[in-house]
């Protein structure tokens, strides 16, 4: 078991997210990773740029890389059943991070505390709170997709996402849903001004 960390997260191709909806397409977590990296240095530079703040870009993106490296073991637990209550959240959150320290001892000893802040991520900082917002925001946009190609599955998780998304009082959110988020809707055609 020894040096196969890396090894493990090449599996994230096979955990697939949205287990109890009905996808027109599927979509595994290393796809949605990606997504909150980019979604998460967006934020991050919108946050600089047009509010003049100090976010660190590139502590964005890292911990977007690795926000749900822990479901190779756990798999992708439904947020209705994550959040369901108090209990069945903090119990979530132990297996979380005993499926962390799993990994961790996958790594050489001298590698381990490099990686530890990755998977134990802290949740208060500004730059958890803006990748919390994009992976909301790859929600969203999952939802969009689904909604665009007719799948009315995903309409009530669309409505709640976008209220949660606006919960955060996120400036950066906001200019992005504004902005951005409408060309999600849109075909290929029309995002390419055909």
């Not at 309409?155 to 998304?165: C, D, G, I, R, V």
Request: charged share 25%; with cysteine; aromatic share 8%.
């Amino acid at each position: 078991m020894s040096n196969s960390f890396f090894a493990m997260l090449s599996r994230m191709k096979y955990i697939h997210r949205w287990p109890l909806m009905r996808n027109t397409s599927t979509e595994n977590i290393s796809e949605h990773t990606q997504e909150v990296a980019v979604l998460a240095h967006a934020l991050a530079l919108l946050h600089n740029t047009r509010f003049e703040g100090n976010a660190d870009v590139g502590k964005c993106v890292l911990l977007a890389l690795y926000h749900d490296v822990p479901e190779i073991i756990t798999g992708d637990l439904p947020t209705p059943v994550k959040y369901h209550s108090e209990v069945l959240r903090d119990a979530y959150r132990q297996v979380e991070d005993g499926a962390a320290d799993r990994l961790l001892a996958m790594l050489p000893d001298d590698l381990q505390g490099a990686y530890y802040p990755l998977l134990h991520q802290e949740s208060n900082s500004l730059e958890a709170r803006l990748v919390k917002a994009a992976d909301k925001l790859s929600a969203l946009i999952k939802c969009t997709e689904e909604l665009k190609l007719g799948n009315r599955e995903f309409f009530k998780a669309h409505q709640s996402t976008e209220q949660s998304l606006h919960a955060m009082k996120l400036p950066a959110v906001e200019v992005f849903l504004k902005e951005f988020m409408p060309a999600y809707g849109l075909t290929l055609d029309e995002q390419q001004g055909m």
